[in-house]
T-cell receptor
Framework: EAQVTQNPRYLITVTGKKLTVTCSQN?????MSWYRQDPGLGLRQIYY???????DKGDVPEGYKVSRKEKRNFPLILESPSPNQTSLYFC?????????????FGSGTRLTVV | AQKVTQAQTEISVVEKEDVTLDCVYE???????LFWYKQPPSGELVFLIR??????QNEISGRYSWNFQKSTSSFNFTITASQVVDSAVYFC???????????????FGEGTQLTVNP
């Protein structure tokens, strides 16, 4: 089944403890991206990648890192999480290097930082 | 810069009522794409429709219909004879065609929480 897989689905962590949210797609998609969803703000893009070893900042990149060493994987790294990073996170992918055909989204990761 | 506004934060209706969710967008491009996504209580994002800027025909899919009006920069979504299962957050989104190297992205509105009561 063609899909974007995120793990974990739920995560509670403490301030400052490094964590990684994994994202993998099995569709050979070029484009991958991370979004965060917060009440009243909709979804905002954190980082995106148009190809292996090519990543770029979205609208809210502060406090996050990403890497794209393989085409299928695009992990999101929080080196020192803070409570304001408590949010619902979505990984997304697209066949082409454009969002014009929409994205395939993962199921989401609900992160709580205490 | 592209922007999407969904002014209705929450809407509550009684089952079988019709309901319209508003979406207003801003873009400088003449070629762009508009989307609607549904987020049920389970949290996943479900694609509903994609429309390009050159196609202003309204679209109907079962109880769902979309009204695209370039003159008012709106892409409104109507659910006819709403059902409890329609309860969800609905997002409108915009993508500017741009150049491939610029890395076009989906810009989302704030979302509208629709509650359909029995």
């Amino acid at each position: 089944e063609a899909q974007v897989t995120q793990n974990p689905r739920y995560l509670i962590t403490v301030t400052g403890k490094k964590l990684t949210v994994t994202c993998s797609q099995n569709m050979n998609h070029e484009y991958m991206s991370w979004y965060r969803q917060d009440p009243g703000l909709g979804l905002r893009q954190i980082y995106y990648s148009m190809n292996v070893e090519v990543t770029d900042k979205g609208d809210v990149p502060e406090g996050y890192k990403v890497s794209r060493k393989e085409k299928r994987n695009f992990p999101l790294i929080l080196e020192s999480p803070s409570p304001n990073q408590t949010s619902l996170y979505f990984c997304a992918s697209s066949l082409l290097r454009t969002a014009n055909y929409g994205y395939t989204f993962g199921s989401g990761t609900r992160l709580t930082v205490v | 810069a592209q922007k999407v506004t969904q002014a209705q934060t929450e809407i509550s209706v009684v089952e079988k009522e019709d309901v319209t969710l508003d979406c207003v967008y801003e873009t400088r491009d003449t070629t762009y794409y508009l989307f609607w996504y549904k987020q049920p209580p389970s949290g996943e994002l479900v694609f509903l429709i994609r429309r390009n800027s050159f196609d202003e025909q309204n679209e109907i899919s079962g109880r769902y219909s979309w009204n695209f009006q370039k003159s008012t920069s709106s892409f409104n979504f109507t659910i006819t004879a709403s059902q409890v299962v329609d309860s969800a957050v609905y997002f409108c989104a915009l993508s500017e065609a741009g150049e491939e190297t610029s890395g076009s992205r989906l810009t989302f509105g704030e979302g509208t929480q629709l509650t359909v009561n029995p």
